[in-house]
Every structure is written in structure tokens, then in C-alpha cells.
């Protein structure tokens, strides 16, 4: 019983109680919330190499577009600084401008299709356009070229998010064009699909598979699979009656069937036959070179004039060299192939094969000796930019030491320069300001009189975006030096 002197306290507020444990809710929601905030941040920082450029994929490869700033590899270090100059001197002159993209694999997997000198050639012919339209090579100087370098990585697996950038700098970069690619893959071909939905001009420079003319707004400066079979097959015909097929099944490789078909239905006629069944291999599984050896009884047996070889280079490599181990060396054997760009000296095993009683033969990408042999072909201009007497910013001089019998050079000049032409001729105003759009509306226009006058050729393209009927060189592997040079041929014989 409480009497009046009893003091009762009284309970404390349900406020008071809850107070630590509201700062403790609060302490874990900030930590919870930076956690969110900088830890995303962190790994953004971790996966960025440049503005624009990302670590991505299995390969963690650094993908993405840079204007040069950011060198995709030591070994095109050179070419890059050279195109980033010629980018900040573009915006320094005050000068309309546009920019073209250049979209190659420029980090290479371990093995690869590509050679880090493909690339690089690639990237030198593009900076040699780029110079020279800015110098006025081709009447006029302006809109002046920028160059964005676009990285899909190896085999073009990130080409997505490369695309992507590419379709965010449209406007503040003042995208006109791609040119590039490179490969005839299926991811190459979603590539064009996209910048085609983009109504971005697509301009392939070392580009062969017939199928990729059906997508809308497509060029290419380089033949076809099918021009490249022709031609082979008008250049053998004379002196072969009977071939033979060998030919990758790859599913995810355009370029091999292409060839079988296109040289198959020049070379087939009353007079000449193809003998035995196509020797098939599928380069997306083990044991090709052993798959190749066990092709040797059957061409023995079929005793072909020609062997047909619709595959990539370095397969091509590996099945020479199998032909030093057939039963029938005394029997010559010629191999014709699609185009050589990659091929240089052979390596030992292929020496042994081509020392096997075997003869290689191929059309290639361009050839600077068909300059000297039929000049009426090539554009004096043009190829004044690879080599002339006592230049000093011609490409000879610019990169000694480096090649142009690949072709490979002298193809990405001509796509940049397809770029530059349909730019140059697509407003009356020289000073206007062109669009991706205006670009893709002058493409219909490069035929003719406005022909692209190239240094791999006069190049007229038709409807589908293709060259018409154009010239290609024919070489000859050797044994201890690069191809050499054997005659220019066309399609049409």
C-alpha cells in the first residue's frame, strides 16, 4: 500500500527507448546505401580502361571507341598516335568536321583468326585516307575527317556494346560512317545489322561473303567470295581440265562456302569437271591437320589438276604442309584458295609441302607491283599516297619497313577514302554540315563518273553495294619469301 511519501518514476517515453536503435538502423542504412553506391563504383573503375573504352567478356579485352587516345595494343602504338594528332589538329583548325569509324578486332585472342600485323596494316592505310583527304588529295579539304577507333574484340564478341557506343557519339562526334569489319562471321553480320537500323553507312574494307549484300546500306571495297572464285577459276581454266574440293563446314563461317560454290559453277563446264566428292573438315573441332592427312588417298586417287581449297589461310597452312605426306608425290599438285592476305614466308612445315611437287596460287586483296604492270588500272592520285620519289608523308615513308603486297593497307585506304568521296559529294555546300543520312543518299551515287578512284582499282559499285567486275591479282606462294605477284584477272575471264 502506497503511502504519500512514495515517489513512483515514471516510465520512460517510447521515443527514448527506440533512439539507439533507430541510430543503429540509420548507421546500417548509410553503410548499406554507400555499400550499393561505391561499390558499383569501384568495379565501374575497375572495368573502365578509358572514357568510352571497357574491360569486357572472357577475354577480359578492352573494347570500345577511342579517337587514339587509348592504344588497344603496344604493337599499334605507332599508327594510334599518329591518328590522334591528326584528330586534335582536325578540331584545333575551327574547320567543319566528320567523323569515321574504324570497327576492327584490335585485341587479339591466343590463338586468332587475324595477325596483329593485319590489324595494324589496317589501321595504317585508314590513317593514309585520312591525311590525304584532309591535305586536299582528292579536291577540297573540307568536312575534315576525324577517325573513331571501334574495338569488338577477338572475333568481334563484344561488337554490342561497341555498336552502342558508336550510336551515342551519332551526334556530338558527328559519326558519318563505319568502315572496317573485316570478317565474314555471324557476329560481324548482327554488327552491320544494327549500324544498318542505325542508318549508319557500312564500308568494309577486307570483307568477302556474298550474303552480306543484302544488308541495307552496306558498300564493300573488296571483292566478293564469289569474284575471288571466279577469278581463280577463269585463271586456271586454261591450263586444268579436272578439280578437286576441299572445304570447311564451319556453320558460323560464311567465306568457305561461298568459294566452293562460286568456283564450282565458273569452272564447271563441257570441258572441265569436278572429280570425286568435296572433301569436307569442320574447323570448330579438334584434329584438323590429322583430317587432312586423311584426305590424301582420296586425292591421289581422284589425280585432280587442281585442288580447290575454300577455307581460312592458316587451315590452308596446315593442309599444304599434309601434302608433303601423300603417297602420290610424284604427281604435281596445284592448290588454288580464295585470297592470301595473311600469308607471308612460309612457316617450315608448309615449306615441306610446297617442296612436295606443289603449287599455290591464289587471287590477293591488291598488289602494289600491278601498279607498275597495268597503271592504266589504278588512280595516279591514290597511289602517289603509298609511294613517290622523295615523299615524306606517303606511306612508304611514313611506315618503313612495313608491307603492301598483303593488300591489306591498300584495301583500308580505299574504304576510308569510299567514306571520304561519298562525304565530299553528298551536299553542294562543302561547309554544310553532313549526316550519316546525307552519306547513305549518295551511296547510290558511286558508279560511273563518281567511281571511287582507288588504289586497289576504279571502284563502281552496284545496287547491292558490291564492286563491278573488279580486277583482282593473282599470286603464287614460295617457299622462302612472300607471294609474288603472277597476272591481274577479272571475274568475267
Not at 592448290?335 to 608448309?350: Q, S
Amino acid at each position: 500500500m502506497s503511502t504519500g511519501t512514495d515517489r513512483i518514476t515514471p516510465p520512460k517515453p517510447a521515443w527514448w527507448k527506440w533512439l539507439w536503435v533507430g541510430g543503429a538502423v540509420v548507421l546500417v542504412v548509410a553503410v548499406v546505401v554507400a555499400v550499393t553506391v561505391v561499390v558499383p563504383a569501384i568495379n565501374q573503375a575497375a572495368r573502365t580502361c578509358d572514357e568510352g573504352v571497357e574491360q569486357r567478356g572472357e577475354l577480359s579485352e578492352c573494347t570500345g571507341v577511342t579517337d587514339g587516345r587509348y592504344v588497344f595494343s603496344p604493337d599499334l602504338a605507332g599508327v594510334q598516335g599518329r591518328i590522334r594528332a591528326e584528330n586534335d589538329a582536325v578540331l584545333a583548325s575551327g574547320e567543319p568536321y566528320v567523323s569515321v569509324a574504324v570497327f576492327l578486332p584490335m585485341t587479339l585472342a591466343k590463338p586468332d583468326i587475324l595477325s596483329p600485323e593485319w590489324v595494324r596494316h589496317q589501321l595504317q592505310g585508314a590513317y593514309l585516307a585520312q591525311l590525304r583527304a584532309n591535305a586536299g588529295a582528292w579536291g577540297g579539304s573540307t568536312p575534315r575527317i576525324r577517325l573513331l577507333l571501334a574495338n569488338p574484340g577477338s572475333r568481334l564478341a563484344q561488337w554490342e556494346p561497341v555498336v552502342a557506343e558508336l550510336e551515342r557519339r551519332i551526334e556530338p562526334d558527328r559519326l558519318v560512317a563505319v568502315t572496317g569489319i573485316g570478317l565474314s562471321l555471324d557476329d560481324a553480320r548482327r554488327a552491320m545489322t544494327r549500324l544498318s537500323e542505325l542508318k549508319i553507312p557500312i564500308i568494309g574494307s577486307h570483307l568477302a561473303a556474298d550474303e552480306l549484300s543484302q544488308i541495307p546500306g552496306f558498300l564493300r571495297v573488296s571483292p566478293t567470295s564469289s569474284t575471288y572464285a571466279q577469278s581463280a577459276a577463269n585463271h586456271i581454266k586454261p591450263t586444268a581440265r579436272t578439280a578437286m574440293l576441299v572445304r570447311d563446314s564451319n556453320p558460323g563461317d560464311l567465306y568457305p562456302k561461298t568459294l566452293a560454290d562460286a568456283f564450282t559453277a565458273r569452272f564447271a563446264d563441257n570441258e572441265h569437271r569436278i572429280v570425286g566428292r568435296t572433301e569436307l573438315f569442320d574447323s570448330t573441332l579438334p584434329g584438323v591437320e590429322n583430317t587432312f592427312l586423311q584426305m590424301m588417298p582420296n586425292l591421289c586417287g581422284n589425280d585432280p589438276d587442281v585442288v580447290y581449297f575454300a577455307g581460312r589461310e592458316h587451315h590452308l597452312t596446315a593442309f599444304i604442309a599434309e601434302l608433303a605426306n601423300r603417297r602420290c608425290l610424284d604427281q604435281p599438285i596445284t592448290v588454288l584458295t580464295g585470297d592470301l592476305a595473311l600469308v607471308e614466308a612460309p612457316d617450315a612445315a608448309m615449306r615441306r609441302g610446297l617442296e612436295a611437287n606443289v603449287t599455290v596460287l591464289a587471287p590477293g586483296l591488291a598488289h602494289p607491283q600491278a601498279w607498275s604492270t597495268t597503271p592504266e588500272e589504278f588512280s595516279r592520285v591514290s597511289v602517289e599516297g603509298f609511294r613517290q620519289p622523295g615523299c615524306e608523308d606517303c606511306f612508304e615513308a611514313m611506315f618503313p619497313g612495313e608491307r603492301l603486297d598483303d593488300g591489306v593497307a591498300i584495301l583500308a585506304h580505299d574504304a576510308v577514302l569510299t567514306a571520304v568521296w561519298a562525304v565530299r559529294h553528298s551536299v553542294a555546300n562543302p561547309a554544310g554540315q553532313v549526316t550519316a543520312r546525307d552519306v547513305l543518299q549518295v551511296r547510290n551515287r558511286l558508279h560511273g563518273e563518281l567511281a571511287i578512284p582507288g588504289a586497289s582499282g576504279r571502284i563502281s559499285f552496284d545496287d547491292r553495294g558490291d564492286p563491278v567486275n573488279k580486277a583482282v591479282p593473282i599470286l603464287r606462294v614460295r617457299v622462302d619469301d612472300t607471294p609474288e605477284f603472277v597476272a591481274l584477272a577479272t571475274p568475267a575471264g
